[in-house]
């Protein structure tokens, strides 16, 4: 039995991942090449042949999952949930500091200027 043709979403994913495994395997590749010279210089046309192309598939990968990303946050439907209880009832002449004594209130009261 075969497995069924992916999705479109698959199909997508699929080649994500293979453009970036491709891309992190040029990577590779070249810091091995690098170390075969015993890191000293390299020739220019062979080694940007290799890194440019890998690291623009890297790059557009990293692109791709983090757009995609970035879009299913915004698909997030924002849901409103029902209030369990009331908040508790807050009374008038406790809002009103000027019927309060000195000592009653929490920060100290402010001197008149002359």
């Avoid at 015993?38 to 598939?57: G, Q």
């Amino acid at each position: 039995m075969s497995e069924p043709a992916p999705s479109g979403r698959g199909r997508v994913r699929r080649w994500v991942l293979m453009i970036g495994l491709a891309g992190l395997a040029g990577l590779i590749f070249s810091l091995l090449y690098w170390n075969g010279q015993k890191f000293s210089h390299l020739n220019y046309e062979h080694s940007l042949r290799l890194m440019i192309p890998s690291v623009t598939a890297l790059i557009v990968s990293c692109q791709v999952i983090l757009g995609t990303f970035f879009l299913s946050i915004l698909g997030i439907k924002h849901t409103r949930h029902p209030v369990t209880m009331s908040p508790p009832s807050v009374r008038d002449d406790a809002l009103d500091h000027r019927e309060q004594p000195a000592a009653a209130l929490p920060f100290p009261r402010p001197r008149p200027r002359l």
